[in-house]
């Protein structure tokens, strides 16, 4: 006892074990959803489910209890919503990129992640992004997670035309709609673990459809409610291929939304706290983006999309947590679900997919911080929004919007324009080369 009290400075920062472990219980029931969720959009690239689950759980333990013991701070890591989607619609169906090459490029830009965390060259790398393009990124993955969530359901699909339409109603789009008026009620009630309490809603509406009323069953029981983990995805990485010209545009992707999501997310949860230093940075900012950085490399080591440091952890700063311990029993939370694969794989997608629109919606807070009135901030941003769900793309929005900001800001004023920013914009052009088949 003594120890986690010096060791976490309960008295520096107001707090006692019981806070903290009733803050750790209350992130963990925000941020549980992960399993489901991240099992069921990677599987859809071939990985195992199963293994898929044993990734998810051990990487979001051994992350959060890093982040709790190292940077002793009380935020949760798990893989990253956004980019499980693009590790799947973009990497592997659009590029046709086999998803063991993706895993690889989820190390790399891990380890690129680590260096530039360790060296301090993220903020540089984040003011060679223009605002406009930094706002966008964020709206753009939040409208991409949203498509993926209503395709994923049967609520839109593809019509004879070529173009998305409104699908007929089915059991399964009625369930979908349930669960997210369900979600969007529980939001405002601001129930803490609401997502987790709409998925087993959604299991509970689906279970009698086929079986009390109906022809056709829509959900089906496991076999077995515990089983054993499955590492079947440890260390299955294509080393040589992930290597290759093609993994590139993948590595940075990953490496630029890493740098964005987890600095915006660290700032957020430091100014719903307070948790500044005395030079304005977040507490312990360089450590817990080297505990992330190196969380997302160990992600494609053990068969997962990139981990991300989740906003969730502000229902826990909510009820008082303050210190490292709360990441700690987060993850020591999660670890039970190693044995309960079955129970996560039961979950149908239609049930998962109002969480996916929900946490799309969320997203969208950035773009009250673009600039319309400003023609180099506005267009960026649009272009950077609206392509990352056209294309299934959110490399294609980045790549398009750093362009066209370069384009504009060569007119309008070339003193914006640094040798940072320059580097990016060629390398993104370049990428532009490579998608329209010129090279």
Known sequence: MNFLQNYFQFSKYNTSLRTELIAGLTTF??????IVVNAKILSQTGMPE?????????????????????????YALAPAMGMNVFFTYTIVKAWEI????????????GVLFALLAIFNVRTKILAGIPDGVKHGIGAGIGIFIALVG???AGVIYQAPSGLLAIAPLTAETLIFLICFFALTIFLALRIKAAILLMIVLGCILAFPVGRIFG???????PNDIVSWPDFSLFFAIDWSGSLKVA???AIFTFLFINIFDSTGTLIGLAQSSNWFDKDGQPIRIKQSLIVDSFASASSGLMGSSPTSIYVESVTGISVGGRTGLVAVIVGILFLPFLFLAPIVMMVPMYVVAPALVIVGSFMLSSVKQIQWDDTSHAIPAFMTIIL???????SEGIVWGMVTWFIITMIQDRSQITP???????CCFLIMLGSLKVF
Request: hydrophobic share 60%.
């Open 29 to 34: 029931l925000a941020t549980l959803y992960i």
């Open 50 to 74: 199963s293994a898929l689950v044993t990734s998810t759980v051990i990487i979001s333990a051994f992350a959060s209890i890093a982040m709790g013991v190292y940077a002793r701070n009380p």
């Open 98 to 109: 086999p998803w063991q090459v993706a895993l690889g490029a989820v190390f790399w830009s």
């Open 150 to 152: 209503f395709y994923n």
């Open 215 to 221: 022809d056709n069953i829509i959900m089906h029981l």
């Open 247 to 249: 993994a590139l545009p």
């Open 388 to 394: 990352m769900p056209l294309t299934l793309s959110i």
């Open 420 to 426: 940072m920013s320059l580097i990016i914009t060629i």
